[in-house]
């Protein structure tokens, strides 16, 4: 690990602010993710400035009967909050299949939302990748692909985003809060938040130079059946081959998301309206226009048996 400086922010304003004024700053929290990226190289920042004292760690009811999760919530305390299991439990349940114990302890919801890739071809520095090296090329496309992308890819990026936190936020239409080094506080739409790879898979989200999370807001509950099935190489400590979270409603009405196809969790409204009528009519609208390699086309027909699984447990 190379050398760098530390500092413990004073402020939200102050911590972006510092970011936004060196291009090799980076914020830290629970470092569950950026701590492994700088041991290998691939992230190495020269200043960290430690945001857990910034206060941002309350869950809180909001006026309209939502929720608002501050971002430095661990994932632990989340997915064991009393409103969090009661209301929301397609997010409980998401954050549990995730990591370890351990893990969960320390990572932080804002940084869920922020990890980066595991593609292999992301870790291993001897190969190329536009993620890490932007216009090196690709090695996942003439490589091993059957963990990778089959939606939203493109000819520079068929990498997929880690988080299961993020299908049951997507599926949960959360909105991300921001503060901009500048002060400006703006509010993303979670479904605006993560970027597809284009030709430029290296800028994930669509936070701009030190823009800081310092919430994410939850809309009032959804009733229904609240279900995070997680499909993986193992039973635990693993990223998914393929994960569906569903609400879904006793007259079979409801939404989807699904993890481990997509540069970003996917959800098409128009998925959602097909659900009443089973698993492969939603699977095939959520699914159209897929671009699978040889390798990784086994996950079409895994999402439609997966989504099949969760349907027949709704429906008890």
Request: net charge positive; hydrophobic share 40%.
């Amino acid at each position: 690990m190379r050398a760098f400086t530390f500092e413990r922010a004073s402020s939200v304003e102050a911590a972006a602010k510092s970011v936004a004024s060196n291009p090799d700053a980076r914020f830290i929290a629970g470092g569950t993710n950026l701590l492994d990226l700088m041991k290998l190289e691939i992230e190495t920042p020269t200043h960290l400035i430690d945001v857990n004292g910034l206060g941002l760690d309350k869950i809180e009811a909001t006026t309209d009967g939502g929720l608002r999760i501050g971002a430095l919530v661990r994932n632990t305390d989340l997915a064991a909050h009393e409103t969090v299991r009661r209301d929301y439990g397609l997010l409980s349940r998401a954050l549990v299949a995730g990591a370890s114990g351990q893990l969960r302890n320390k990572a932080t919801t804002s940084g869920n939302l922020l990890q980066r890739t595991r593609c292999p071809y992301f870790y291993d520095t001897n190969q190329p990748c536009n993620k890490r090296q932007p216009g090196s090329g690709c090695s996942a496309l003439g490589g091993i692909s059957r963990q990778l992308g089959v939606m939203g890819v493109s000819e520079a990026c068929i990498a997929t985003h880690p988080s299961d936190m993020a299908v049951a936020m997507r599926a949960l239409d959360a909105v991300v809060e921001t503060v901009k080094p500048d002060g400006t506080i703006r509010s993303v739409k979670i479904e605006d938040f993560h970027r597809l790879p284009g030709d430029t898979p290296h800028i994930e989200t669509v936070l701009e130079r030190g823009e800081f999370i310092t919430a994410v807001s939850l809309p009032p509950p959804v009733g229904g059946r609240h279900i995070y099935r997680k499909v993986r190489d193992r039973a635990s400590y693993a990223f998914a081959l393929v994960s569906v979270g569903a609400i879904i409603q006793s007259d079979g009405k409801g939404r989807v998301a699904v993890g481990g196809v997509a540069h970003k969790p996917w959800r098409l409204e128009a998925a959602d309206v097909e659900l009443p009528k089973g698993a492969k009519a939603a699977s095939g609208a959520l699914l159209a226009g897929s671009r699978p390699t040889e390798q990784n086309k086994f996950k079409i027909d895994l999402v439609e048996r997966t989504l099949g699984a969760v349907i027949s447990e709704a429906r008890g």
